[in-house]
C-alpha cells in the first residue's frame, strides 16, 4: 500500500461498534475520551450529516481514543464530512494492547497536505508559501481528512488528537470515522477510466419557456476499468470487496496521493452495483467498478 502513484480501495472499517453475526462475534470498537457537545457516538453511524462536535477546539476537548475489541490491521485512518481549517494537523498514537505499555506507531498529519510545485504559484496567491488547497477549490466539497499508512499497521488501541485550536468555527465537527483496510491493485485502471460530475437537480419549463430548477449538489463518479489483473487478485480483492460491501457500503477511493489534485480526485463513495469478473486470458482477469460519491 506503499506506491503514492497508484489508486487505492479502501473498505472494511474497523471503527464501527462490534456486532453479533451468523457465524460469530464480529469484532468492532468503542470511542471515548474529549468533551463533546454533540456525542462522539455520531462517528459510527453512516449518516455523514450526523456529527460529533467538541465543547471548543482547544486540544484537550477534540481528542478521543479509538479501543478495537481485537487486535486490528489498519491501511488508512479517515476523517469524513470534517470542518477542519486549512492548517489543521491530526495525530495518531497507536498501542499494541490496551495496557498501552507497547507502542505500535506515532504519526502527525496535515489534514490538508501542501500540493507542491509552489514555485509555479503567483506571490499574491494565499498558499503561495505553503502549498496548501486553495479555499475556493475547498469549497462546495465535502472535507476529509486521512491518512494513508506506508505499510499496514497494528492497534488494540488508538488516539486522536485534533490539532485546529484556531479553528475559526471554535469547536471541530467530524461525521465520520474510519478506520480501513485496503486494496491497492497491481496496476492503475486502464486507459479510458473516467471520473465525472452528475446530479439530481430537475428542471421544469414554463408555458413561455422560463426555466425553473430543484437543485441538488452534485457528486462524483468514478468508472474504474481494470484490465490484465491477477486472476487471484480480481477474485479475493475486487470481487471480495464487492461482496462485503454490498451497493450500501462504504469504499474510500484515494486517486494520486502526490497529486495538485488529491482534493478532487478522493472521496468517500459506495459502489452503485456489484461488478462482474471477467477472464481476459489464461490466468488473468478484468473488473470495473462504478463508484459514486456520498454526499452529507
Request: hydrophobic share 40%; proline share 6%.
Amino acid at each position: 500500500m506503499n506506491d503514492p502513484r497508484i489508486l487505492k480501495l479502501f473498505y472494511d472499517n474497523k471503527s464501527d461498534p462490534a456486532y453479533a453475526g451468523r457465524f460469530g462475534q464480529i469484532p468492532g470498537a468503542t470511542l471515548s475520551g474529549g468533551s463533546w457537545v454533540i456525542p462522539l457516538a455520531n462517528l459510527q453511524d453512516p449518516e455523514l450529516g450526523l456529527i460529533a462536535r467538541t465543547a471548543s477546539a482547544d486540544t484537550d476537548d477534540a481528542r478521543f481514543t479509538i479501543t478495537f475489541t481485537n487486535l486490528a490491521k489498519l491501511s488508512a485512518f479517515f476523517l469524513c464530512n470534517t470542518n477542519l481549517s486549512v492548517n489543521a494537523r491530526i495525530r495518531l498514537v497507536g498501542y499494541y494492547e490496551a495496557a498501552r505499555t507497547e507502542l505500535s506507531f506515532d504519526l502527525t498529519f496535515d489534514a490538508y497536505p501542501g500540493i507542491g510545485f509552489t514555485e509555479e504559484l503567483e506571490w499574491e496567491d494565499e498558499n503561495s508559501w505553503d502549498g496548501k488547497p486553495l479555499s475556493k477549490d475547498l469549497e462546495g466539497l465535502t472535507q476529509n481528512a486521512w491518512t494513508v499508512f506506508p505499510d499496514d499497521v497494528r492497534a488494540s488501541v488508538l488516539d486522536v488528537q485534533i490539532l485546529d485550536e484556531s479553528n475559526p468555527d471554535g469547536f471541530i465537527d467530524l461525521g465520520r470515522l474510519l478506520c480501513m483496510s485496503g486494496w491497492q491493485p497491481a496496476r492503475n485502471p486502464l486507459l479510458g477510466s473516467s471520473l465525472g460530475i452528475e446530479t439530481d437537480t430537475t428542471a421544469e419549463k414554463s408555458m413561455s419557456g422560463a426555466e425553473s430548477f430543484d437543485r441538488r449538489e452534485p457528486f462524483r463518479v468514478y468508472q474504474l476499468n481494470y484490465g490484465y489483473l491477477p486472476e487471484q487478485e480480481t477474485l479475493d480483492r475486487g470481487l471480495e470487496m464487492a461482496r462485503r460491501i454490498g451497493i450500501d457500503g462504504e469504499v474510500f477511493v484515494v486517486n494520486d496521493s502526490r497529486s495538485v489534485n488529491l482534493h478532487r480526485l478522493s472521496f468517500l463513495a459506495r459502489l452503485r452495483q456489484p461488478p462482474a469478473w471477467e477472464r481476459s486470458a489464461p490466468r488473468m482477469a478484468n473488473i470495473a467498478f462504478q463508484l459514486k460519491e456520498r454526499l452529507p
